[in-house]
């Protein structure tokens, strides 16, 4: 008689529980991964939106301070300034588009000092830049009629939506041309409302600087 | 028997824990990646905002150097040229420490440069001006490594090497002087104080033929003889809206404006044609005051130096001039004049030397029927060390202008305290800038021109016709007329 194997195996009852409990861990596992993995994105979202508000800010903030001359458009055009050219050549493509040349030669040039006011003047013309906001995206616009130059770039690129706003310290917006016909400096206060996504509004983060804007002598 | 080997389950427990620990490994990194790419976005742009503070700060310990160190060299009478790259102390660098999480420190380097430029509007015709150029150096916290959308590195132009990552930005800014000692009638670091009613303060513009009466230029369009108040010619005051000439006065102008640092101004219903204005004082009898009334002035008045240049020790009575680049100086211990002496400034050899520089080292007196004149077409210094008395028949200034008589009361060193007074008989045209003198005026008719003093006491009928064609002076200060921030990267 042969003798009787000691293996067994697994009952039917021991594999139904095992492979519940399985995929018990695996759909909880699983589950968790998936909102991990929304949550990770999301938050990357909402991180690269509020990274790509921070970037139009300052840059908003270093013409505002450099100009000249501010105007605060309307629909899709955000601003417009006036910036005393200072150098010899400027980035046409790529990502700096719009910012002086760097090269070896291209210095800040001498401005002269005005016989009438006593203050500082630009030489080299005026360079034009048009702030504008299409398609969830702000874009810089550098263009100098003497030479022809006409170089943009993407400044901020949302994946929702973005607004900005212009806005005194008492809170109403500014519109038209600031700080042209007095000494006065100007603080204007940028704030800007953006979303990562179209479909998560309440993911909206808002940011805000202000910038003082020099007075009209103060060139 | 030969059992045969169970089976173990712990088999499908590695699995199970292989597959957990791959996801949870996931997660890690996922979350990891997401913390690290918020810490490099808060230290790139942290450290960019530090590097323009640290920019920033050059510019004011530059400014503020132009103010202590330039400033004092250029007020001399004989000022050196600084143009060019200036050095001095203190050093020409700095650092700001921050703390906390993430702290790194920022540098800051300024280069300051002199440069004399041609300024038709206000003061001397070349003045120097100063350019700062400063460069703010931030580290970027953590890694090298900044790895986000390559336009975060465009607009903040982080320059990267093997070692480290610094955020650069540089600022140039631009400082103008401010001629301010004689921009007002009256400029007092203390008190002001008037008598009566009969005191007037009012403007005119020499140069001006709508703010001035009897202007004359040649053909050429140059002056041959200055414009005078009206009331000079016996009917003006800043009210009137005809000239001698049949022009009109801008009459609504009112420009004779009156300040003191202190708290305190007497008017005693004086009549200003300008603002009265204290430094948060009280303001009594203003009755009379066309102006506004104002308690924010606040005007730094620098001490008033012992003169530049070499000085020739003389006992003439008539002091001839040199050229206008090289001036004749001439110093004496003290000048009393009485009786009816007097004291000439004339020409030189020929009237291109139309430029004379006394220094009195003592006290400058003169009483009686003594007096100083000065020839038509010289330009008159006079530095005095001691006090001042001006009595008898004054100073007779042939010009009629008072941009051709200086008159500075030089500053004791001690801080001890100096008198000046006028209470000559003749009209007197000129600028006196004392700024640590007590001044009275007493009873002097006319006074055509600016004053500055620690005090000023008008005891008497006192006119005084403030010349808004007045510019040059002592520079008492710097004011920012430039700021550019460098966008381009800087290597």
Request: glycine share 10%.
């Amino acid at each position: 008689m042969l003798a009787h194997s000691q293996s067994k195996g697994f009952t039917l009852v021991e594999m139904m529980i095992t492979l519940s409990l399985l995929l018990l861990v695996s759909a909880v596992v699983l589950t968790c991964y998936i909102g991990l993995q929304r949550g990770f994105a999301f938050s990357l979202n909402w991180s690269e939106s509020r990274v790509a508000q921070q970037r139009v800010l300052d840059s908003f903030s270093v013409d505002l301070r450099n100009a000249t001359g501010v105007v605060v458009g309307s629909g899709a055009t955000l601003l417009t300034l006036t910036l005393p050219s200072r150098y010899a050549a400027y980035e046409t493509t790529g990502y700096a588009a719009g910012d002086p040349q760097f090269s070896g030669t291209n210095q800040l040039a001498l401005p002269l000092v005005s016989s009438t006011t006593g203050g500082i003047v630009a030489v080299g013309g005026n360079l034009t830049v048009v702030y504008s906001l299409a398609n969830n995206t702000v874009s810089r616009t550098v263009t100098q009629s003497s030479s022809g130059l006409n170089a943009s770039r993407t400044v901020g690129l949302f994946g929702g939506s973005v607004s900005v706003q212009f806005k005194d310290i008492t809170g109403a917006a500014l519109s038209g041309t600031l700080g042209s016909s007095t000494d006065t400096i100007v603080p204007i206060v940028i704030t800007s409302v953006a979303s990562d996504s179209p479909t998560l509004p309440s993911l909206s983060g808002t940011m805000s600087d202000t910038v003082f804007l020099r007075g009209k002598s103060f060139q | 028997m030969n059992p045969q080997p169970r089976l173990s389950p712990g088999g499908s427990a590695l699995l199970v824990v292989l597959v957990l620990i791959t996801i949870l490994s996931l997660m890690l990194g996922t979350t990891l990646t997401l913390v690290r790419t918020n810490a490099n976005t808060l230290n790139q742009a942290a450290s960019w905002q530090q590097a323009l503070a640290a920019a920033e700060a050059g510019v004011q310990q530059a400014a503020a150097q132009v103010q202590t160190q330039f400033i004092p060299l250029l007020n001399q009478s004989a000022p050196p040229d600084l143009s060019g790259a200036q050095s001095g102390t203190p050093a020409l660098s700095g650092t700001l420490t921050t703390s906390g999480e993430g702290n790194v420190s920022a540098t800051y380097a300024y280069v300051i440069t002199g440069t004399k430029c041609a300024v038709n509007s206000s003061g001397p015709s070349t003045q120097t001006y100063f350019r700062i150029l400063s460069t703010g150096m931030a580290q970027v916290a953590g890694t090298k490594y900044v790895g986000l959308d390559p336009r975060d590195a465009v607009v903040r132009k982080l320059s990267f090497t093997s070692t480290s990552a610094t955020a650069v930005r540089q600022v140039e800014a631009w400082l103008k002087p401010v001629y301010n000692s004689i921009s007002l009638p009256i400029t007092t670091a203390s008190t002001i104080s008037m008598n009566n009613h009969n005191v007037t303060v009012d403007s005119f513009k020499s140069t001006d033929p709508a703010r001035s009466v009897g202007l004359l230029k040649d053909a050429n369009g140059n002056i041959t003889s200055y414009g005078q108040p009206s009331s000079i010619a016996g009917f003006f005051n800043s009210k009137s809206v005809n000239n001698a000439n049949g022009g009109t006065l801008v009459s609504n102008q009112y420009l004779a404006s009156i300040g003191t640092n202190g708290q305190s101004i007497q008017a005693n219903g004086a009549t200003v044609f300008g603002d009265v204005m204290t430094n948060g004082g009280v303001i009594n009898g203003a009755q009379n005051v066309y102006g506004n009334l104002r308690t924010d002035f606040s005007q730094t008045l620098a001490p008033a130096p012992v003169p530049g240049g070499t000085f020739v020790s003389t006992s003439s009575s008539t002091l001839k001039g040199g050229t206008q680049s090289a001036p004749a100086r001439y110093t004496v211990s003290s000048v009393s004049l009485s009786g009816g002496k007097s004291l000439v400034f004339d020409f030189g050899a020929d009237k291109t030397q139309n430029s004379v520089e006394l220094y009195i080292t003592g006290d400058f007196t003169t009483k009686g029927n003594a007096q100083i004149t000065i020839t038509k077409g010289v330009q008159v210094k006079i530095f005095v060390g001691g006090n001042i008395d001006l009595g008898g028949n004054g100073v007779v200034n042939n010009n009629g202008c008072a941009s051709s008589l200086s008159i500075q009361g030089i500053t004791p060193a001690d801080g001890s305290s100096r008198t000046a007074s006028i209470s000559g008989n003749s009209t007197f045209f000129g600028t006196i800038y004392a700024p640590a003198y007590d001044f009275t005026f007493n009873g002097v008719p006319v006074y055509v021109g600016s004053l500055v003093a620690k005090t000023v006491n008008v005891m008497g009928n006192v006119t005084i016709h403030f010349d808004e064609a007045l510019s040059g002076g002592l520079i008492s200060s710097y004011k920012l007329v430039g700021w550019f921030e460098n966008t381009r990267k800087v290597p």
